[in-house]
């Protein structure tokens, strides 16, 4: 049986970036193998930005490499720009994800650019794909599309527009991002059918936080309104944690665990997703990692049923 | 503006009966006054159980009293008998809540009765109230409705005839409990849809845990099909906890944030609702509070509109 949502684990990029220490390479590489042994079918590995900024992803080049080497899934890596994406391409990553925030103060405050000015670096991205590697897939990933720290409210209307100048600009899929933990349920599914009514395919993941409590819900939300990509992170590593505990990216675990108790297929074998903890835990020693069904164990008499894809 | 959905806090009965200190009485309605400061217009405030068994309710009676001090409130007492429910009776409580178990095999392992004669007892408790205190309202919860750590799986017909036979006892609302954290927004949704279709507005609180970090999700499905009274705890004290970190109630704090968020009016005000914390927090020294809405603080421009009941 083939699943029925995709997860899109962000652990070994959004995580990893977001600690302070390092992961060696070879420790990289072992997380990697034990998600893709999950049954995990789509990942994002790494940031192609420059490692004097983020020395955590100085190999992304290798990391995408050896994560090309295990069959069965998308090997993805985040771009922040043409630079970033002439080497992901190069690469041979199967998909760029490039970041494009719905907050002007926010587009400003991390890239000196406008959102518009950013469809402007998305077209060339796609020139540039056109001509490397025809086959990669681009996806736009709308930030703060559900509230901003910096200007607090993103009005719809703006995410919408941006959201259909991507598709209009040529990305595969535009994703929605809770950059902030901001969103809630009722304004996801609104956010989300506004989005598909517009771009209707090209609706991508929904990339959640959970940074107060929502994540599962809002995620359940996006799910009810026809969204069938998820972003989460192992451990819940990464996102913007504002405090100890408030974990800021959805945790992989508990998503899955979610979906399945639903009897919504993932392919994703629960007990070996969270056996994959300890490669991470081994690679970041004194990290907290994060996740409820990791502490409370299956429940009694819970039978999944794993997919073979 | 009305409330649109009534939050009933549990944490003064299920939060301190679930921690091994006792929280000495003026501390305890010290907590209790500030959680009716905050416009919570529901709150469980104590179990009706021999002393010896739980002395951290050993002042039951008068803390019903004073609760019973604070205007526009529902004052409800856990009763897990005939006994307790007279006690309950005779202190005043607004409304008694009995715990009913849908699990045999919990059923008999808690109060050494089937859930039939847990039935019978309601009947007896029904016949007590009328003669004691006729206004005083009952309800059964039942609980391990969505499954159980000791038989498992919980057949869902099994509830739908236990929630019948309640009704027809006599209770004025049946609530379902995921008192083992096994319920996910599928069950949650199909279970309260057939319990309405069999006891219509009878049908009464869904009080979930977070064991494995559905609680909210489980919350929104549960509005989504018409549910509008939801148990929780301030701090996610109490409940099962399996693990550190892993709380067993929803965070009262999370789950107003959620529905404020959107739009659905609570009449809670979060401000207040959080300053709440601080007597629970002197009350309980050195207990750990859950909560990521405490821990991160309101989002930028998140205007509240609290109903003035």
Not at 175 to 196: C, E, I, K, W, Y
Not at 204 to 212: F, K, L, W, Y
Not at 217 to 234: K, P
Request: hydrophobic share 45%; net charge negative.
């Amino acid at each position: 049986m083939l699943p029925e949502v995709l997860i899109s684990e962000v652990g070994p990029r959004d995580g990893l970036q977001s600690v302070k220490a390092t992961m060696p390479t070879a420790a990289k590489l072992r997380w990697i193998a034990a998600l893709h042994g999950s049954g995990l079918r789509e990942i994002e590995v790494a940031s192609f930005v420059p490692a004097r900024l983020l020395p955590q992803m100085a190999d992304a080049a290798e990391v995408v490499q050896y994560a090309l080497t295990l069959p069965g899934w998308t090997v993805m890596a985040l771009v922040p720009n043409r630079k970033g994406a002439e080497a992901a391409l190069r690469a041979g990553a199967h998909k760029l994800t490039l970041p494009v925030s719905a907050s002007e103060a926010h587009s400003l405050a991390n890239v000196r650019k406008t959102p518009l000015d950013m469809v402007e670096e998305v077209r060339a991205i796609l020139a540039l794909r056109d001509e490397l590697a025809p086959t990669a897939k681009i996806e736009a990933g709308v930030s703060t599309a559900f509230g901003c720290t910096l200007q607090g409210v993103v009005p719809e209307d703006d995410v919408v527009r941006l959201a259909a100048a991507l598709a209009a600009a040529g990305v595969d899929d535009v994703g929605l991002s809770d950059t902030t933990g901001m969103a809630n349920p009722a304004q996801v599914r609104r956010l989300f059918q506004r989005v598909r009514a517009e771009i209707g395919d090209k609706t991508g993941a929904a990339h959640m936080h959970n940074t107060r409590g929502l994540g599962l819900a809002n995620c359940l939300a996006a799910y009810d309104v026809g969204v069938r990509t998820f972003d989460s992170s192992l451990g819940g590593l990464g996102g913007c944690p504002y405090a100890p505990g408030a974990s800021g990216n959805v945790v992989t675990e508990d998503l899955v665990f979610m979906f399945e108790a639903m009897g919504v297929r993932t392919g994703v074998d629960l007990q070996k997703l969270m056996a994959a903890r300890a490669p991470l835990a081994e690679g970041l020693p004194g990290e907290p990692l994060y996740g409820m069904t990791p502490d409370a164990g299956l429940p009694k008499g819970f039978a999944q049923e794993v997919a073979h894809a």
